[in-house]
């Protein structure tokens, strides 16, 4: 009867070989996890019901949403401006709304645990219509704070894919 063996051989270079897949397997990953920690990243945070107290400011007296962009990745991140994405209606011209009120002013540069501020009158703001508020970058990466649910977003995006343009329209 023929018996199954098997031989496992123990070399110099064999145990080289091995302890350099092992090494270089290891050093992949703490260059993985350091790639992936370091990068940059960028939390948008919303202030409702925000009053500014004492004079001399614009906003004296008036209740504001504050929208804020805080660093939390190690990379520092140059932010070039803020908006709020609206959900599609129909016959509604714009589709997002810029906020121009920053402090500090724009381009701004917020490094580790910085944080740059927008701010709007909240008078203005009508919640039920906005999909996700961002801030984008000098590189072009938006950072998104999504506020409206899945469906409203989803619904939104397909009406506005399927709505009849002004020039269709006038053809017909």
Known sequence: MWAASFHLGLSVTGILALYG???STLTAAIQL???FRDRAKVVLKIRKNMRFTGGGHAYSGMIVVIVTA???GRRPVTI???AAALLFRNGRE???WVLFDVRPPLPFEITEGKEVSAF???EKVDFGSISHWYAWDSAGRHYRLTVAPWYKRWLSSYR???A???EEQARQ
Do not use: C, I, R
């Open 80 to 82: 070039s401006g803020f």
């Open 160 to 162: 506005y894919k399927h």
């Open 33 to 35: 996890s350091n790639h």
């Open 70 to 72: 805080t660093n939390v």
């Open 164 to 166: 009849k343009q002004p």
């Open 94 to 96: 714009e589709t997002d």
């Open 21 to 23: 897949a092992v090494l």
């Open 120 to 122: 709007v009158n909240q």
